[in-house]
Structures are given as structure tokens and as C-alpha cells.
């Protein structure tokens, strides 16, 4: 089992920029492959970006691609979000979330349930 505790959220304005970080505690980290989400309010949680075990893949929602970029530390045990040139659209709740399913297709990775670690949430408020 593993532990997960984002940082890094906050109100910025239309066009900053804000870097989530992820810590993760209990297993081997690199077991794990690591994934961003985030839930506006009255919307569905839908996926941001993830990362393989060695961040040698990436991918991203459209609406993020080319202003976000995730990446990994699995010796630091971090996995982070760099979010650029943020819209009042970015406005919700982040998470960062672990799993250990090895699907057969890769987009696999974009849906929730693949996940079965989760953290708590942190807010990110892009005010426009």
C-alpha cells in the first residue's frame, strides 16, 4: 500500500503558474505508475496527465497538452505537475493517485478506476 500527500496548490491569476508536488510513502514508489486528476465543482473527476514507472512515457488530457508537463523523482519519491499559462478552466480540486494494474492498452491510464491510491486533494483557484 502506499501513501499519497499533494502540495503546491493556490490562487493564482489567468496565465501563471502553479507546480504540484506528490509525495508518496509505504511501497517502492517506481512499482507505480502515477497519475494527476482533478474535480471542478458539480463536475465528474476527470484525468489530467500520467507518468510510467521510469517517466519515460507521458500523457496528457488535450486541454491540458502544452501547458502542463508531469514528471517523476522516484528516488525522492515525487511525482509533480507543472501547470503554465493557466485558464479559470484549471479552477478545481487536484489529485494525485498510484496504480499498480498493468493493462493491456496504455489509455487505460486516463480512467479513474485504474487507480486504486488516491491523496486528499489540493485546491488550485485560477482567478481570471
Known amino acids: 500500500q502506499v501513501q499519497l500527500g499533494e502540495s503546491g496548490g493556490g490562487l493564482v491569476q489567468a496565465g501563471g503558474s502553479l507546480r504540484l508536488s506528490c509525495v508518496a510513502s509505504g511501497r517502492t514508489f517506481s512499482d507505480y505508475f502515477m497519475g494527476w486528476f482533478r474535480q471542478a465543482p458539480g463536475k465528474e473527476r476527470e484525468f489530467v496527465a500520467s507518468i510510467s514507472w521510469t517517466g519515460g512515457s507521458t500523457y496528457y488530457a488535450d486541454s491540458v497538452k502544452g501547458r502542463f508537463t508531469i514528471s517523476r523523482d522516484n528516488a525522492a519519491e515525487h511525482v509533480y505537475l507543472q501547470m503554465n499559462s493557466l485558464k479559470p478552466e484549471d479552477t478545481a480540486v487536484y489529485y494525485c493517485?498510484?496504480?499498480?494494474?498493468?493493462?493491456?492498452?496504455?489509455?487505460?491510464?486516463?480512467?479513474?478506476?485504474?487507480?486504486?491510491?488516491w491523496g486528499q486533494g489540493t485546491q488550485v483557484t485560477v482567478s481570471s
Open positions: 493517485a498510484a496504480s499498480q494494474q498493468r493493462p493491456l492498452d496504455m489509455r487505460a491510464y486516463s480512467l479513474s478506476y485504474i487507480y486504486e491510491y
